[in-house]
């Protein structure tokens, strides 16, 4: 069973949330998890190069994802700043400051969600409702929107257009030229939710976002007119507490059909073109899901990893050696499956079985966000902000010279 933690709306007793209104929670850390068996392991793990972060003030750490673009690696780091990484060696390139508001008391900015890319850019939201844009190359600013209140989830941008998912569950799409307001999509959120928010996905003329409340809207991308509706999960139970059934991961939207999971209710796959639900099976995360050419890949919320079949949800393999470690929702990796667990380490899972086929141990304060991929390479933050670049080989395919090109094992990046 899961325990929660309250956020400090919660302060009051659970009965006075409905007079609160709209507020979350997130799950606290498992501390019982299972003692790892030795495994001898398949894979010869090799880091490329690393950069340790400040010291500083943590921020918000739901969704601080941190992303890849034009050969460039790019995060928040502890005090706020915009920071862009050399992918190639880790070397800083620019970093980008928030200028302080002159309209607050303290003139602080602070960014409270993960950084989204496209088109040249770099977008990222602010507690306060802000959306501001840099240009990816060089850092500098292009343009500021406000929207309705905090955004967690990082913006994104597709051609002309910009949707925004803001906490208390709106949605707005903005011009991406300028940030000019076209619509706004308004949604109702529960009054006790998960800490975090579904990031869109802009498909040819959709608008597809997870809901608070277990539901999946699609909108078209330049007048926000719904063009489907479908609820995934149902809430269930007499409390609050019982009746969360957020979608927070990203929908997936490959050949046609959209792939979504709920806390606390369902993996479906939906018509892109309609909404109906192809097939469904119960099962709670809080996760993207991976998607590969047959197969849907699943960490749940007791952090068991699950491989279903794409046409039928059927299920093909579940791996349950990972409880209460948790995971991260899986990355596609050179024909396995990766994940970070919130120990520090990392492990590798053949789509095939499901069997773990190696794992390395790589920070002392864990993960909470999935890997990036890029090149042959996997790139991870940690919680305490360390980038780390590692590479994995089968054994018997190493080859003289591979790592020539790169750091050695441990070295730091330069600045």
């Known amino acids: 069973m899961n325990i929660y933690r309250f956020f400090p709306c919660f302060a009051v007793l659970l009965a006075a949330i409905l007079l609160l209104g709209a507020c979350s929670i997130t799950v606290e850390e498992k501390s019982d998890a299972p003692r790892l068996r030795y495994l001898p392991g398949e894979l010869e793990i090799g880091q490329l190069w690393y950069r340790q972060s400040q010291s500083g003030h943590m921020l918000d750490e739901v969704q601080l994802e941190f992303i890849l ?15 862009a990484l050399r992918l190639k060696n880790g070397r800083k390139l620019w970093a980008f400051a928030v200028p302080p508001d002159p309209d607050r008391g303290d003139g602080q900015i602070l960014l409270s969600g993960g950084l989204g890319k496209g088109e040249g850019l770099i977008l990222f939201g602010t507690r306060e409702g802000e959306v501001i844009t840099l240009s990816l190359e060089d850092g500098s600013e292009h343009w500021r929107a406000w929207i309705s209140s905090e955004i967690i989830s990082p913006p994104v941008i597709d051609g002309d257009t910009v949707a925004v998912h803001a906490n208390d569950g709106r949605i707005f799409g903005l011009d991406a030229a300028d940030g000019r307001r076209l619509w706004v999509f308004e949604s109702t959120v529960p009054a006790l939710s998960l800490r975090g928010t579904s990031m869109p996905v802009i498909h040819g003329r959709q608008v597809i976002v997870g809901l608070a409340g277990g539901k999946v809207v699609s ?104 409880l209460k470690r948790e995971i991260t929702a899986p990355v596609l990796y050179d024909g396995t499956l990766v994940v970070g667990d919130g120990a520090g380490y990392v492990h590798w899972i053949s789509k095939t079985d499901g069997e773990i086929v190696a794992r390395h141990e790589l920070s002392s304060v864990g993960f909470n966000l999935p890997p990036l991929v890029a090149d042959g390479a996997l790139y991870l933050k940690d919680r305490h902000n360390a980038i780390f670049a590692i590479s994995a080989r089968r054994k018997e395919e190493k080859r003289r010279g591979f790592f020539e090109s790169m750091f050695a094992p441990g070295q730091p990046a330069p600045e």
């Open 69 to 83: 673009g034009q050969g460039k690696l790019i995060f928040v780091d502890l005090h706020g700043y915009i920071t």
């Open 219 to 322: 909108l078209s991308r330049r007048e926000g007119k719904v063009l489907w509706e479908t609820v995934v999960a149902v809430p269930e139970g007499r409390s609050e507490l019982e009746r969360i059934v957020d979608i927070d991961g990203t929908p997936v939207v490959r050949d046609g059909v959209v792939y979504v999971a709920a806390y606390r209710g369902r993996v479906a796959a939906l018509s892109i073109a309609t909404g109906r639900i192809l097939w469904a099976r119960d099962m709670s995360s809080f996760h993207s899901v991976a998607v590969d050419e047959g197969q849907v890949y699943v960490a749940d919320d007791q952090d068991r990893l699950w491989a279903l079949d794409r046409s039928s949800g059927a299920v093909l393999w579940r791996q349950d050696s990972l």
